[in-house]
């Protein structure tokens, strides 16, 4: 099981130097995607499985703050930052961001129908049926690339 693993993370390059999680935190993300128990990772890794799972959750955690960097530094970078007020319909965000990227000469790669899903599904919790309850900022890359962030 652990020779697969360590084989798995050769070959796509891991580099524990290079990346927010550990080298052991790779391991038990790799084995907990393939099904692996926590149980059974700590079998196999000699530790308690209450260790496992403090692994697992820091990894997970680590994940979530790299994404965030991520998601962080493309807004950044884009031209279209639209602010969507708390209460604002979800049916009316495909016209305010269409009009900041005509503003800017972005093109949006969405239909409007299409616009409100990738919204909805990347705001989460801050759309409640049509209506956005936690204020939102919707950025669009030069390239069309729609990300949504809670405006805090």
């Known amino acids: 099981m652990i020779d697969d693993v360590e084989t798995l993370l050769t070959e ?10 550990t080298y052991r ?7 907990r995607e393939r099904d692996i128990s926590q149980a059974d990772i700590a079998a196999e890794l000699g530790t308690s499985r209450a260790n496992v799972s403090s692994i697992e959750s820091s990894a997970r955690d680590n994940l ?12 950044l970078r884009a031209p279209v930052q639209v602010r969507i007020p708390e209460g604002t ?5 495909p016209d305010l961001v269409y009009e900041a990227c005509d503003e800017a000469g972005v093109k949006v790669d969405h239909t409007a129908p ?8 990347a ?18 890359t030069a ?5 949504v962030r809670h405006q805090e």
């Open 123 to 140: 705001a989460g919790s801050a759309v409640t049926g049509r209506d956005v309850s936690t204020p939102l900022i919707v950025g669009v």
């Open 12 to 21: 796509i390059g891991f580099d524990s130097d290079a990346s927010i999680l």
């Open 64 to 75: 979530e703050k790299a994404r965030e960097t991520v998601t962080f530094a493309e807004a």
């Open 89 to 93: 319909d979800l049916y009316d965000v």
């Open 143 to 147: 390239d069309g690339m729609v990300r």
């Open 114 to 121: 299409d616009l409100m899903k990738v919204v909805s599904d």
């Open 25 to 31: 935190q790779a391991q038990v993300l790799a084995l």
